[in-house]
T-cell receptor, first 114, second 114 residues
Framework: KAGVTQTPRYLIKTRGQQVTLSCSPI?????VSWYQQTPGQGLQFLFE???????NKGNFPGRFSGRQFSNSRSEMNVSTLELGDSALYLC?????????????FGPGTRLTVL | GQQVMQIPQYQHVQEGEDFTTYCNSS?????IQWYKQRPGGHPVFLIQ?????EVKKQKRLTFQFGEAKKNSSLHITATQTTDVGTYFC??????????????FGKGTHLIIQP
């Protein structure tokens, strides 16, 4: 099976702009989660989607939002970008078939905010 | 909320030496997962431990889950240059699974000197 794909891989934006990142999960996986990874804070959970519904949300401001489509593909959006939003954004997919799922991460989108 | 502490943050070893990283949770975990991230890459799932006192081996890697299910360790015997990367533990809570149940440690960066 093909792995998790994320587009774009690299992005440069300026403060105040908005950005949309895309994630295509492994075929058959119904759940997608998003993480922000920075050197200082490590991997921080953003949100999780299952069957087009947001199940959980991490401790991030409302500028961060996401959605999932009927084919399980997911997008996340960050509005009014700040310098501190520069990070690697990772999406992970999993089947949601058993109690403890392992997560399969995509290659990430490297966002730089100038 | 649940916190997962991982030590050490950095570990320098000579090639051929052993390496151990430790993970401690503030609460009892339902399961613990270990991931490896190569420089410039994304986290890749290594293993999941569920049972109290569980020990699993993968070639030169040995994973342990504490009796109280609050701590875990990863030990690498006779490190090789291919072991370079950051090792993350991720502890699962008892919120019914899903991504919010996984709290990642900040990782241990393994640096190997030939």
């Amino acid at each position: 099976k093909a792995g998790v794909t994320q587009t774009p891989r690299y992005l440069i934006k300026t403060r105040g702009q908005q950005v949309t990142l895309s994630c295509s999960p492994i075929s058959g996986h119904r759940s997608v989660s998003w993480y922000q990874q920075t050197p200082g804070q490590g991997l921080q959970f953003l949100f999780e989607y299952f069957s087009e519904t947001q199940r959980n949300k991490g401790n991030f401001p409302g500028r961060f939002s996401g959605r999932q489509f009927s084919n399980s593909r997911s997008e996340m959006n960050v509005s009014t970008l700040e310098l501190g939003d520069s990070a690697l954004y990772l999406c992970a997919s999993y089947p949601f078939q058993r109690e403890f799922d392992t997560q399969y991460f995509g290659p990430g989108t490297r966002l730089t905010v100038l | 909320g649940q916190q997962v502490m991982q030590i050490p943050q950095y570990q320098h070893v000579q090639e051929g030496e052993d390496f151990t990283t430790y993970c401690n949770s503030s609460t009892t975990l339902s399961n613990i997962q270990w991931y490896k991230q190569r420089p410039g890459g994304h986290p890749v799932f290594l293993i999941q431990l569920v049972k109290s006192g569980e020990v699993k081996k993968q070639k030169r890697l040995t994973f342990q889950f504490g009796e109280a299910k609050k701590n875990s360790s990863l030990h690498i015997t006779a490190t090789q240059t291919t072991d370079v990367g950051t090792y993350f533990c991720a502890g699962g809570g008892y919120s019914g699974g899903g991504a919010d149940g996984l709290t990642f440690g900040k990782g241990t960066h393994l640096i190997i000197q030939p």
